[in-house]
């Protein structure tokens, strides 16, 4: 048996996101379960406006059921429910902002407050943070020992992610700003995202971030659409990082290394294709368009749904203008 890592795997979770939780969390756990010492399963309760909040009421049970079922088979998995109490607002608030309250959610009605509540209740030192719709890929065992082993030897480093996308055979990265590579397939890169990352939370004893408001443009569609007048949790994490000259490493590791996949939109075909993805990224079936860029591009996944969605939207927007 491997010593502790003092490491918690934490995956955000809200009822909208059954369709593809049933495929991705049980992917999910099968690769980063093992390297872990607990999976922290952390269920939003507060239901969000606008697409992050569609099916919510139809999906809540469906995901209850399928969290008890990967607990029986998976005993280091642990759920917690958002709680937005006044007494655990408080606390997060404290620990991670200097007291100053949090907001539900971001401009856009996107999770907010429950990012922080992942990081709040998971009882190790490290925290490795995945959304619910990320996909793995490589299939690396080793890959969050080798993490925690940058943060033992360098105390600039913040958060590492695994590989943005597979491996390119040129070593590059798409889409991305890149500050120094430090190795081979390991980056230093501009900003960073909630979509996953690993931390080392107890630098937060020593520094807090800063609540900031989203840009004018922003700030008005918050109004109209009756959101809170917060940022995005990666900008305030990002402004953290650069204030204090910390850095972010994204890479691939030991062969086969850890690489991860975003699908940049959910639509139904989208959810009937996800068992064939998997498969696909099992078997490093990619096109060559997919090397090195972190979303599933079109040539791997058909968006033409959504894409005649946001078409649809535009020309009713203008429309009504």
């Not at 006044?86 to 997060?92: K, V």
């Not at 004018?216 to 402004?239: F, M, T």
Request: hydrophobic share 35%; net charge neutral.
């Amino acid at each position: 048996m491997r010593p502790p890592l003092d490491c918690t795997l934490q995956i955000s979770l809200a009822p909208s996101d059954y369709e593809h939780a049933k495929y991705l969390l049980p992917h999910q756990i099968a690769a980063l379960g093992t390297q872990v010492d607990e999976v922290l399963l952390t269920i939003d309760s507060k239901r969000s406006r606008g697409r992050f909040g569609e099916n919510w009421n139809e999906n809540q049970e469906k995901l209850n059921d399928l969290i008890n079922t990967l607990q029986k088979t998976s005993p280091n998995i642990r759920k917690e429910i958002v709680d937005y109490s006044t007494g655990t607002r408080q606390a997060i608030s404290k620990l991670f902002f200097e007291g100053s309250l949090i907001p539900d959610k971001d401009f856009r009605g996107g999770p907010f407050y429950s990012y922080f509540f992942g990081l709040y209740k998971a009882s190790s030192k490290y925290v490795f943070h995945i959304d619910s719709d990320i996909f793995l890929g490589g299939g690396s065992q080793t890959w969050v020992a080798e993490a925690l082993d940058m943060f033992h030897r360098s105390d600039t480093i913040f958060l590492v992610s695994p590989l943005p996308g597979p491996p390119h055979p040129e070593e590059k990265l798409v889409d991305q700003i890149i500050l120094e590579k430090t190795g081979r397939f390991s980056f230093a890169l501009k900003g960073m995202s909630t979509r996953v990352y690993l931390l080392n939370k107890e630098i937060f004893n020593k520094a807090k971030l800063t609540l900031q408001k989203p840009s004018l443009r922003n700030q008005i569609k918050a109004l109209v659409e009756g959101n809170s007048n917060a940022d995005l949790p990666e900008h305030l994490i990002w402004n953290f990082m650069d204030k204090h000259r910390l850095r972010r490493i994204d890479f691939l590791g030991i062969e086969p290394g850890l690489f991860t996949l975003h699908p940049p939109y959910r639509t139904r075909d989208f959810y009937k294709q996800i068992p064939d993805l998997l498969d696909k990224i099992q078997n490093s079936e990619f096109p060559t368009s997919q090397y090195g860029f972190y979303d599933i591009v079109d040539e791997l996944v058909d968006w033409t749904e959504a894409k005649d969605r946001i078409k649809e939207n535009r020309w009713w927007k203008r429309l009504i203008k």
